[in-house]
């Protein structure tokens, strides 16, 4: 199914990330998604190809390890995955890429050189942590973590975090 949208919105530089993104979709994840399900993870050797495919930290700049492509790339990564049949159980993962963004939109000029080239290349995976101390909102209810637990969150704040597993990572 076609889903209807403003081709003028995209450049020819989408479009050849959208042909890319759909021939990995279709032979990398496609074929591997139920295997991934049913052992409750993905490989490492898949986020080392999404990192050689391009299609991870799109919109991170040079500078800091990445392709330097804009917000687009991500829109599109988000359309492709829609129409995938795979898309509803891959697109956490996929999506979750978006804390390479979160980070060289706001982290320090170090972090971004020690950590971004990594996860452009799918060699180390990151979690998003949400906090919110004096929220009354469903995330301040959430249990405390615990200072042993794979969560870099403070244990006196209630948090929830994921940590997906890093490729090799020595960092």
Do not use: C, Q
């Amino acid at each position: 199914m076609s889903y209807p949208y403003n081709p003028s919105l995209y450049s020819e530089e989408h479009e050849l990330f959208r042909e890319t993104l759909r021939r990995f979709i279709r032979d990398e994840i496609e074929p591997n998604v139920d295997r991934w399900l049913d052992n409750h993870g993905i490989e490492n050797a898949f986020w080392l190809k999404a990192g050689a495919a391009g299609i991870l930290g799109v919109d991170s700049p040079e500078d800091d390890g990445g392709p330097g492509d804009d917000f687009l790339h991500r829109i599109v990564l988000a359309e492709e995955i829609g129409y995938s049949p795979a898309g509803a159980s891959m697109a956490p993962a996929l999506i979750g890429d978006g804390t390479s963004e979160i980070l060289y939109r706001n982290g320090t000029e170090d972090l971004r050189r020690r950590w971004l080239p990594g996860m452009v290349k799918g060699e180390i995976r990151f979690g998003l942590a949400i906090t919110e101390p004096i929220s009354r909102t469903p995330a301040s209810s959430w249990p405390k973590s615990r200072p042993n637990s794979r969560s870099a969150a403070p244990s006196s704040t209630r948090s929830s975090a994921t940590t997906p597993p890093m490729a090799g990572s020595t960092r």
